[in-house]
């Protein structure tokens, strides 16, 4: 039989996030996470089953595009997917990008030799509402900084400085060149614009390669 994984949406649309923001890619956006983040703005909705021909056949279809990236939900909870598919899509001179919410670093490993690039997330406690990950984190980061790897943490009104300082001590411990990608939740009040500008000085005079990037897509209405 051949394998599956649930699908939710196989589209092309631009990067909204991080240091790739504005480039054009086509996005497999796989059903399921094994955390719910208190700001998660993606839908659960339906899913197709798809085999890894099926979904190769639908990314093609798109037309020309250099990048694909597998997002979520939580892209590594259907690792032998995205390591059979990732190298068909090398095979066929794509560049994988890998968005992960950065904790699953046992699947990251099965998968690390198919992919490009890896967008990873800290799950600031303070910005979740969820338990911290660090230890996860900093595994995580121990086996993607083989590749290009940057780390992308949501900031919101209640995001404390501690998170931030924490963050630091992992990058700074394990690959202290990645960019530290600070992302605002909307609405962007004041009161936010001011943490930003805090925890980014914060991060510059700790030599992080901090930078502020709202989410294009958003901006713009596109997916």
């Known amino acids: 039989m051949d394998m599956k994984a649930k699908i939710t949406e196989i589209f092309k649309s631009i990067q909204g996030e991080g240091p790739y923001q504005g480039t054009e890619q086509i996005f497999v956006r796989f059903y399921g996470c094994n955390i719910h983040c208190s700001f ?15 979904a190769l056949k639908d990314i093609l279809s798109l037309g020309v595009c250099s990048f694909v990236s ?23 001179g794509k560049t994988v990008y890998l968005e ?34 660090w230890k996860s984190h900093e595994s995580f980061l121990k086996v993607a900084r083989s590749k290009e790897v940057f780390i992308k943490a949501v900031i919101g009104k209640d995001t404390y400085v501690e998170d931030i300082f924490e963050s630091i001590k992992i990058i700074k411990k394990i690959k202290p ?29 700790e030599h992080i390669d901090v930078r502020t990037v709202c989410q294009l897509h958003k901006i713009l209405g596109v997916k």
């Open 177 to 205: 060149d990645a960019p530290f990608i600070l992302q605002p939740q909307n609405p962007l009040e004041e009161a936010l614009k001011q943490k930003l500008i805090l925890f980014s000085d914060i991060c510059q005079k």
């Open 100 to 133: 992960t919410n950065g904790i699953m670093y046992e699947n990251l490993k099965e998968v690390i030799d198919f992919v490009d690039v890896i967008a990873m997330d800290f799950k600031l406690p303070s910005s979740t509402g969820l338990i911290n990950f």
């Open 40 to 54: 998660c703005d993606t839908k659960s909705g339906s899913y197709h089953e798809k085999t890894v021909e099926e």
């Open 70 to 92: 597998l997002t979520g939900g939580e892209p590594l909870l259907h690792t032998d997917f995205v390591k059979a598919l990732s190298a068909r899509l090398k095979s066929e």
